[in-house]
């Protein structure tokens, strides 16, 4: 443990964004609001390319809270969430004191099925609730199957909010992810592609969307001389300061995608020749992940006995991260009161999956730390 610590996904700074957080404060901008958020709004919305109306907040979570809240979502209403994902994509379901509807993986992408999908909206509406909206995610930045979730939805009319919160720079067919739901998600947390320390984005598809989302976002402020409010409203609008490091990440999100790319593409070498381990990958040229985190499943059954848990302890004990993946939502102690539909996908790639150090800060050095343990442990 003498070893310095390699991160799974550490902030990766490109050298710019003190340009801009310098700037706010020659201008004493630093209060919520100032010419970094509109700047970082607008680079968003020429970096998505596809008419997205973008709202910078002060978290993913925010994001999805007030998506829901646009999509009608109120006490008493259902709503389904992929069970596969970080509890993120399910808390603002209960914050409205709705009902989350937990939906099983398929096994391609690992994201929401959309046989379950329409299973589970058949029975709810045969229970005499349809649900409200639909929550799917783009898991470790893998894009979901876009046509087959939209497919369902449309036909149930049903509106789709799209977690991109792990998928900046992923796309499907040429077209970015964050922009195929009804209502967009990204998140700029610490340990995303980018990062604006804490941050996120919520992508709409009108001016107005987007003008209501910002409302909610400033405590829904009345056009009024006073303080005056109608509504209900948070404080949710992203810093001036936050936005100056977005606006310098922004530069440099290519770049990371690249280089967390291209860690993908090192375990795939470094398990090619492994039995039983399997690289998670997109499947198929249709799909362009930026692998936000690389992530492997272990089959015991052909590895010797060799565990997820093996591995992991194996990193741990050298100092480097790595983690289980997402524990479903439907296995929480929270959740699992909930309804749930599927399999047992969801749960299979939680006892067997890994994620691996992702970094786009990542060294030579730290590569051959890695793939020294595991020689060790795989022999």
């Not at 910078?56 to 709503?79: N, Q, R």
């Not at 969307?209 to 409203?233: L, M, V």
Request: hydrophobic share 40%; aromatic share 10%.
């Amino acid at each position: 443990m003498s070893q310095s610590k390699i991160w799974l996904s550490s902030p990766h700074m490109g050298g710019t964004e003190q340009k801009y957080i310098q700037e706010a404060f020659e201008a004493n901008w630093i209060a919520p609001l100032g010419p970094n958020v509109t700047g970082l709004e607008q680079d968003l919305q020429e970096y998505l390319s596809s008419d997205a109306k973008v709202g910078a907040l002060s978290s993913g979570t925010a994001a999805i809270h007030l998506g829901l809240v646009l999509l009608g979502v109120k006490s008493g209403d259902e709503v389904i969430c992929q069970s596969m994902t970080f509890s993120a994509s399910a808390n603002p379901i209960l914050y409205l004191g709705a009902t989350p509807i937990f939906i099983d993986s398929e096994i391609q992408t690992w994201n929401i099925c959309p046989v379950a999908l329409e299973q589970a909206i058949e029975d709810r509406i045969s229970k005499g609730k349809k649900p409200k909206a639909i929550i799917a995610v783009h898991l470790y930045g893998v894009p979901y199957q876009v046509e087959e979730v939209r497919a369902v939805a449309d036909k149930y009319n049903i509106p789709i909010l799209e977690d991109s919160a792990e998928a900046l720079g992923s796309s499907y067919k040429l077209q970015k992810c964050g922009t195929f739901g009804d209502i967009g998600v990204l998140s700029f947390n610490g340990n995303k592609i980018i990062t604006t320390s804490g941050g996120g984005a919520l992508v709409a598809k009108t001016t107005a969307q987007k003008e209501k989302a910002i409302f909610y976002a400033t405590q829904s402020r009345d056009n009024a001389p006073h303080y005056q409010h109608s509504e209900i409203g948070y404080n949710y609008r992203m810093s001036n300061i936050c936005a100056g490091i977005g606006r310098g990440q922004m530069e440099v999100l290519d770049q990371h995608v690249s280089l967390r790319r291209a860690m993908h593409d090192f375990y795939v070498e470094a398990f090619n020749e492994i039995q039983g381990v399997t690289v998670f990958s997109a499947p198929n040229e249709d799909y362009f992940a930026n692998y936000w985190l690389s992530a492997i499943t272990i089959d015991a059954t052909q590895t010797n006995g060799i565990t997820r848990e093996t591995l992991r302890l194996a990193f741990d004990a050298v100092n480097i991260e790595s983690r289980p993946l997402w524990k479903p939502m439907h296995m929480q102690p929270i959740f699992e009161k909930y309804p749930y539909y599927g399999g047992t996908i969801a749960e299979t790639l939680f006892e067997n999956g890994l994620c691996l150090p992702s970094g786009s800060n990542l060294t030579d050095s730290d590569r051959n730390r890695i793939i020294t343990v595991i020689k060790q442990v795989f022999g």
